[in-house]
């Protein structure tokens, strides 16, 4: 236990004292370049231009492409939004005769009860028209009376 505790006390010691000369490692120069090293320096290089040269190709494609999709996209949006238009305006002038046509019946019905109100309190032109049976005896009783 003594002889841990003293070796991380010393630890940080021995590793300072020991630090510069593990720095100090001799620098290794390049070796120099020859026929082979420069044909495969050149030969990638050209490799690396080719690659970049499709690679820009592919890019302009994919770009025309994703161009076409939000044209189409935008036509397509643009569509539906005039179509929602004429479909709101459809239901706006369909509201628009329902309540016509439901104003057009309340004050129908509301003469009506006022004629049947008046004809109850006795004002007989507001009567109405006599039944279709009674008009048709009416109507077919001097027919006969003129017959011999």
Do not use: H
Not at 71 to 84: E, F, G, L, P
Not at 123 to 140: F, H, I, L
């Amino acid at each position: 236990m003594r002889f841990a505790a003293v070796a991380l006390i010393l630890a940080p010691v021995v590793l300072a004292a020991a630090g510069p000369a593990l720095a100090e490692a001799p620098v290794v120069a390049p070796p120099p370049p020859n026929d082979e090293a420069l044909a495969a320096k050149l030969a990638s290089a050209a490799e690396l231009a080719d690659q970049n040269r499709r690679s820009n190709a592919l890019n302009v494609e994919v770009n025309r492409k994703n161009a076409a999709v939000e044209a189409r996209n935008k036509a397509t949006r643009a569509a539906y939004d005039k179509a929602m238009a004429d479909y709101q305006a459809q239901v706006a002038a369909q509201t628009a005769a329902t309540a016509r046509s439901q104003a057009d019946y309340e004050k129908q019905v509301a003469s009506w009860k006022a004629d049947v109100a008046a004809c109850k309190a006795g004002e007989v032109k507001r009567c109405g028209p006599p039944p279709a049976d009674a008009k048709t005896a009416a109507t077919a009783a001097p027919a006969k009376a003129g017959q011999p």
